[in-house]
């Protein structure tokens, strides 16, 4: 009995948000009159070159009214993407680059699709009015019915209010229900009004297909050179540690084994301790060369999937490590190989730069999305901005479409999250 209240204030709150809402919407669709008249007028001055000096303040100031629209609309369940090409880099602080720029907004599609959003807006906007014009008719039906409708009815006639003529306490009655049902029809309407004006604007606001493609041509582009350069520093870090580490070894395994056989004949003791030598060289040898492998790979990664190698890197941490992993099956290597190195370097950032005591791991998969959560008690300030080795692991990340959120206040908490598109490969379930 006592949800029934609880849904009917949620819903309450929530229309009287949509409300307010609308009429912020309702507002800018004032606003894009003037913003429409304004920079239609200055466009056309761009081909006596006038324009020019005023159409980059203009377009910042459509561009946050339509970033304003999509927000809105996200806010009603239908996300709007941004579809503006990316703006040229390294533009000139002079009249050159001041035209380049010009001529990169006008070359823009979006832009022309943001003029003609202006232009209906004016009235498609004005749906944002229907929750606030609602309201206030119910409002207006319960104050008659309380009484309002005697000073109006002594001054020598009713009033009118949804078909009925207000003139006595009955009519009032039946003026204080049509109220009700109007106040229901204003918990109904109003989230579906903002919902189709949010259509609207994903219409001619978002992204078409043309564009799609080429951000997701840049994007590719971008990751394909970050893979690149990730998988080049692999290389080198690879080449460099066979030379320093297990090449040295075996070479100097040879030398040995070549004065044993000088010595073999001549003195023998001599001969046993170079082969001891020998022995401890090659066994070093090779714990380097698994050193190697467990780098580009790790066994317990290939062999027991990640959840539990996540534990086995939090086994291995000098830190108090919690591993919390849900994943009901084996998720593709390559997925698998990115989030393990990630968790890794943020475990090693947690241990020599955030001087933390206790970090906790949570993996799971939802939606056929890998997420993954790292928080650590460290001094925080993590900024993947800084050069650090966040950007490497964010570039990582990239290659696979995935992201990274970085939530570190100076003083702590961190809290970084991953998420990267994947798809199960075998029925096997991990969780702790």
Known sequence: MKTVPVAWRGRLGRAALDTLVGVATAT???????LFVTTTYFVILCLIGIGFLA????TRAVRWLCDLNRRAAARSGVPVERPYRPEPQEIERDIVGWTRRCKWILADPATWRDLLWLLLNTVAGLVG????????YAGEGLFLACGL???????GAGRWYAGVTVGSWPAALAAGLLALVVLTGWLLLSPLALKG?????????????GSQLASRVQHLSETRSG??????????????DLHDGAQARLVSLGLQLGAVDRKLGQDPEEARRLLRQARSSSVQALRELRDLVHGIHPPVLAERGLADAL????????????????LPGRLPDPVESAVYFAVSELLTNALKHADAQRVEIVAWRADDTLHARI????????????????EGIRRRLASFDGVLEINSPPGGPTVIKLELPCALSSPKTSSS
């Open 28 to 34: 800018g669709a004032l606003l894009s009159v003037v």
């Open 55 to 58: 159409l980059p303040y203009l």
């Open 129 to 136: 009015f229907v929750p606030a014009a609602l309201l206030y």
């Open 149 to 155: 409708w005697r000073p109006v009815a002594d001054g």
């Open 197 to 209: 004006h949010a259509y609207f604007v994903r219409f001619l606001l978002g992204p078409t297909r």
């Open 227 to 240: 893979a690149l350069d990730i998988q080049a520093a692999e290389l080198r870090r690879i080449e460099r």
């Open 311 to 326: 534990r086995a890197l939090g086994l291995a941490s000098p830190l108090e490590v919690t591993v919390v992993v849900d």
């Open 375 to 390: 928080t650590d008690d460290g001094r925080g300030g993590a900024d993947a901005s800084a050069g650090s080795g966040l």
